[in-house]
């Protein structure tokens, strides 16, 4: 159907930056608008782009022109400069999202949820499944799954060793694509090659014996918190390093 592929490649409400729904859910989509609106479901919507471009236009600069000043040029020097500057940018897009969900239910078009607390991830792999997950969702689907599905098939998953190498390059395929989807430059593929390595090492690590055993005795509430606490920590710092 050329019509309901042009609507899915060129939403108005999403084209700029994404959600990024799966073709499948956008053709499950109510054709013609959401046939069990109601007064109530209207004032749903309502409040999500409201809260968006709250979020968007007020909390975000606020927050923007607390950090800058009026001549809003942000310092990155350090890790913690760059983690600042993430806030802002969390702020910025998870309203934009909203904003996105928000008339995507009112037209009745399938719009993912694009954030699910990313700050609360206690790894680096965690976090990328919370921030922008459609656009993870996407790269995994279409570039990281087929490619592991080939490596597996091909040398087998029995040689562990082996098997890092493969989810290695799988997972730089789809981290290097996202980087330069935001910008063609040396820094976002370079930014690929890094983020990939280290999600793929933190896979590798949580499965080794010793580090499984560590998560499962977390049996006390101090424990869990504590690891909690660490793990949400620890990813800040990689992220906003990375």
């Known amino acids: 159907n050329p019509i309901a592929l042009f609507g899915y490649l060129m939403p108005f409400h999403m084209v700029i930056a994404g959600p990024i729904a799966s073709y499948k859910d956008h053709m499950n989509s109510t054709p013609h608008g959401n046939n069990n609106a109601s ?27 607390s950090i800058t ?42 719009t993912p949820v694009n954030f699910n607390h990313p700050y609360l991830s206690t790894s ?20 990281y799954n087929p490619i592991m599905l080939f490596f597996i098939r091909r040398f087998g998953s029995q040689n562990k060793k082996s098997l890092f190498v493969w989810n290695i390059i799988a997972l730089w395929c789809p981290f290097i694509f996202i980087g330069l989807w935001h910008h063609i430059s040396w820094s976002f593929f370079v930014w690929g090659l890094v983020v990939g390595f280290v999600v793929a090492a933190e896979k590798a690590t949580f499965e080794l014996p010793w580090v499984r055993t560590l998560v499962r005795r977390r049996n006390s509430r101090v424990a869990r918190l504590s690891w909690k606490i660490f793990g949400v920590f620890y990813t800040q710092i990689m992220v906003a390093a990375t």
């Open 69 to 110: 000043g009026t001549d809003a040029t942000w310092k990155l020097i350090t890790v913690f400069d760059t983690w600042i500057y993430l806030v802002y940018i969390f702020l910025e897009f998870w309203g934009y999202s909203l904003i996105a969900l928000g008339v995507g239910r009112l037209i009745g078009i399938s």
């Open 124 to 143: 680096v792999g965690e976090f990328w499944t919370r921030w922008h997950m459609s656009l993870g969702a996407f790269g995994a689907r279409t570039i």
């Open 39 to 65: 007064f109530k479901h209207f004032l749903d919507c309502l409040l999500l782009i409201s809260f968006g471009y709250a979020l968007k236009f007020f909390f975000a600069e606020l927050y923007k022109l």
